[in-house]
């Protein structure tokens, strides 16, 4: 039956490849959305993993997200440095991880942050040790092994956060490598880390000593402080709501983390109320943004099953037209003792294996353009996509498509199941 049902395919090389390659380009197209949307949804959920709040500049919150998380946009602008002390005294908050952005080395961000920054992603060292003093940097799995970075090498940040859009150089003050993260498949592989103050320092801003203080004291002594913190981030909202030194020291975000969910009901409509920052909670707007891909992918989704069906329509014009032509010969096969079911088994074979065919193709086809996708443009790759990881859901739509075929074939197959032999073979003698 199938060598019959193979043997009629190769008969119709070109109709039957045709019908392939229109099931595959919908196969590829379903994958492509299919790996796309699962795994951006899977990394952005475990980038903003243990992340409550993010505090930045006055205005939009999903940029504020993008820039702080992950590392995708221009930030909203900087904060005052006395923000941070403001929440770590308040008894709801767990810890503050500040940010300071503003410069790269050949694309890869360079983030002027605390050790607590890779804790909050459980990246471990691979070599060497955290920095620690002025120009000490630690580089992350991706940005090492893509420029080949090892312990003790020195390079020259740039300013601004993409590769070719800063306005020079920092030739005065170079970074050391001292470090190299391991792997952690989060976007702290791409970046560079340094101490805020380093960042300071590169751009010649002035601070004093106790600046310094802030990154190794969070939290120290917090129980002394817990009567006094409403009364004392009272007074700092004033503050903060006063207009600042544009030559002061200044971060670009804070990510917060809560102590109790009492911190979530009142922390973001105080920062939001009372200070000239923003409050922006990454489960909102990490929602928000993939809504609004969502309406894309949908409707990129809803093209491709067109795609499938008009495939399965053309499988099924294919075979029935095939089946008339071939009525003689098959009712040929009843007379020399085909049974009914194997002449109906071999239609059928050749619509599944023509959809199974085509759906293996799609399935290649869609790792493949992914992957070229991915090598051929930096944004995709700063994603994180991972061309070649399968998904369960390449299944079901293997299945589904299969399922087209079995459809398409079983009207044709009906028909020369029915056929009347003797008025058949009548014919066409």
Same mark, same amino acid.
């Given at each position: 039956?199938?060598? @019959? ?5 190769? /008969? ?22 299919? #790996?796309? /949307? ?11 993993? %243990?992340? $409550? ?10 940029? @504020? ?19 941070? +002390?403001?929440l770590r005294r308040d008894p709801a908050v767990a810890g503050v991880?500040?940010? =300071? ?22 990246? +471990?060292?691979?070599? %060497? ?61 791409? #970046? ?16 004093? +000593? ?17 009567? +006094? ?13 006063? /207009?600042? $030194? ?26 939001n109320r009372q200070t000239d920052m923003q409050a922006a909670v ?25 795609? =499938?069906?008009?495939?399965? #329509? ?41 959809? #199974?065919?085509? %759906? ?12 070229? =996708? ?51 073979? =009548?014919?066409?003698?």
């Amino acid at each position: 039956m199938l060598s @019959l049902a193979f043997a009629y395919m190769r /008969s119709r090389r070109l109709v039957t490849g045709l019908n392939m390659l229109l099931l595959a380009l919908a196969v590829a197209s379903l994958t492509i959305l299919l #790996l796309v /949307s699962s795994q951006l949804s899977e990394r952005l959920e475990r980038n903003a993993q %243990g992340i $409550d709040l993010v505090v930045g500049a006055k205005g939009s919150p999903l940029q @504020l997200i993008l820039s702080s998380i992950y590392q995708m946009d221009q930030p909203t602008g900087n904060i005052p440095l006395t923000s941070i +002390d403001m929440l770590r005294r308040d008894p709801a908050v767990a810890g503050v991880v500040p940010l =300071a952005l503003g410069d790269n080395f050949r694309g890869y961000r360079i983030v002027g942050t605390e050790p607590a920054y890779p804790a909050l992603y459980g990246a +471990d060292l691979a070599t %060497g040790r955290m920095f620690e003093k002025h120009g000490e940097a630690v580089m992350g799995a991706v940005v090492a092994a893509k420029l080949g970075a090892g312990l003790g090498q020195k390079f020259v940040g740039s300013h601004g956060l993409g590769d070719g859009e800063g306005a020079g150089e920092h030739h005065s003050n170079p970074f050391t490598t001292v470090g190299i993260l391991k792997p952690t498949g989060t976007v702290i592989d791409r #970046l560079i880390l340094a101490s805020v103050q380093t960042v300071w320092d590169v751009h010649g801003i002035a601070h004093d +000593d106790e600046d310094h203080d802030y990154g190794t004291t969070a939290h120290d002594g917090h129980a002394e402080h817990h009567h +006094d913190a409403h009364a004392d981030n009272d007074s700092d909202t004033l503050v903060l709501a006063e /207009s600042r $030194d544009p030559l002061a020291p200044e971060v670009t975000a804070l990510l917060v983390r809560y102590r109790n969910a009492a911190g979530a009901l009142r922390i973001p409509s105080m920062i939001n109320r009372q200070t000239d920052m923003q409050a922006a909670v990454p489960a909102v707007e990490t929602t928000r943004l993939l809504s609004l891909l969502g309406v894309g992918i949908d409707g990129a989704r809803l093209f491709a099953w067109l795609l =499938a069906a008009v495939g399965g #329509l053309s499988i099924f014009v294919t075979l029935l037209n095939a089946a008339s032509a071939r009525e003689g010969d098959l009712a040929l096969l009843r007379v020399m003792g085909a049974t009914r079911a194997r002449v109906f088994g071999t239609v059928i074979a050749e619509g599944l294996a023509t959809a #199974l065919a085509g %759906g293996v193709l799609g399935l290649l086809i869609g790792h493949l353009v992914l992957m070229g =996708a991915v090598r051929g443009f930096a944004a995709l790759g700063e994603l994180g996509l991972r061309p070649w990881q399968p998904h369960p859901g390449e299944l079901a739509i293997l299945a589904v498509v299969t399922a087209i075929g079995f459809i398409a074939a079983l009207v044709p197959a009906l028909r020369v199941f029915r056929v009347d032999l003797t008025s058949t073979l =009548a014919r066409a003698n």
